[in-house]
């Protein structure tokens, strides 16, 4: 059986509604289809317009999750056993699809982790979102208000936010001085002074800051403020601020003064940063799901060629001599080298 398709198909590359993301990693995608699919059954007819608005994606890409439901179901493989899904004329039915009628639920340790988890995002400073959060946090206790023992656990279990020294004792007291500080610069709106060190130019920089929020990023923190100096939002580390004044002028940051996205991680590749190829084979395809790539293209064979932005290679010489021959660096070459060198110094540890 071949999917029905609507009037409409393929991609339409004179504007972003109707094309297929090709970079998107499997684990998104996903996601999305086991979210999509309780869903569609319960909004049959629904138009294919209305539904990738829903997903936020474009038609063509509900178009292809569509046409890839019906690849899957229980095992067998007959037509009993797959998903059938119907966008013929514009409007989309889903049907033998009952083994996954139900939307997700959560586990008690699911929702155990995800309660105290909104607990201490709503204990953070500056947090631009706090209602969502607090509603997202009130929603969750009245649905697990039935299951025993779940709101007295999450009671019980308290979370530290305090500020991580590599070198602890004075190191730390003073990363928890300057913590306790910038929370109280944010809720007074005072501009704070910073002498702020630049590891990748060894030099120490003088700015002033208006504090937007504080945020923990995998254990260090990180003020997040409009930098008076760069005329532009910026994310300043708490250990590499080396000393900072609290001034007694108004700290409001400018109107359209945005928090970033910080769900990619702290990283935000520029036209500064470099740009690796690497060659994957086919067992290492994993990278993709893992790391952000800018770009993908399939190899023969069943490998991929990604480009990856970074600012620090250190990390991704790692990972390439844990993936051995089943990753290659095009480019750049004196990245090719430093891995090589890397390779021979450990395996003469072997000899």
């Known amino acids: 059986m071949s999917p029905r398709k609507s009037g409409r198909s393929g991609a339409d590359t004179r504007d972003g509604r109707d094309s297929v993301d090709m970079n998107e990693s499997a684990t998104v995608r996903l996601d999305r289809l086991l979210t999509m699919v309780p869903w569609l059954l319960t909004h049959q007819g629904v138009e294919i317009d209305v539904a990738a608005a829903e997903f936020g994606v474009s038609r063509a890409q509900i178009e292809a999750d569509l046409a890839l439901l019906f690849l899957c179901g229980t095992p067998g493989g007959y037509h009993d056993d797959l998903i059938d899904a119907q966008w013929e004329g514009g409007q989309v039915y889903v049907s033998n699809a009952d083994t996954i009628a139900r939307p997700l639920r959560l586990g008690v340790d ?17 947090l631009g979102e706090r209602d969502a959060v607090d509603r997202a946090l009130a929603k969750l206790e009245a649905a697990t208000s039935e299951v025993s023992g779940v709101s007295a656990q999450a009671d019980r279990i308290s979370v530290d936010m305090g500020v991580e020294a590599e070198g602890g004792g004075a190191d730390g007291e003073r990363l928890e001085g300057q913590l306790a500080a910038l929370r109280r610069a ?9 002498s702020y060190v630049v590891p990748s130019r060894d030099e120490t920089t003088e700015r002033d800051v208006d504090p ?25 580390r708490l250990d590499r601020i080396a000393d900072l004044q609290v001034l007694d002028v108004d700290g409001t940051p400018p109107a359209d003064a945005r928090p970033r996205d910080l769900d990619n991680g702290i990283f ?7 740009r690796v190829v690497l060659d994957l084979e086919q067992q290492a395809r994993w990278v993709r799901d893992y790391y952000p790539c800018e770009s993908v293209e399939e190899r023969d064979g069943g490998g ?30 004196g990245l090719r080298a430093e891995v090589r060198s890397a390779a021979e110094l450990a395996l003469a540890h072997y000899r």
């Open 110 to 126: 699911e929702a155990l982790s995800l309660m105290v988890g909104l607990r201490a995002l709503a204990a953070v400073p500056g």
């Open 212 to 236: 937007m929020r504080l945020v923990n990023v995998d254990g260090p923190w990180y003020l997040e403020a409009w930098c008076h100096r760069a005329q532009d939002v910026r994310l300043f």
């Open 268 to 274: 935000r590749p520029d036209e500064l940063s470099l």
């Open 304 to 333: 991929l060629r990604v480009t990856i932005a970074t600012s620090d290679t250190a990390w991704l010489r790692r990972l390439l001599l844990r993936l051995g021959g089943a990753a290659r660096v095009v480019s750049p070459q």
């Open 186 to 194: 944010l809720a007074a709106h005072r501009r704070v002074h910073l």
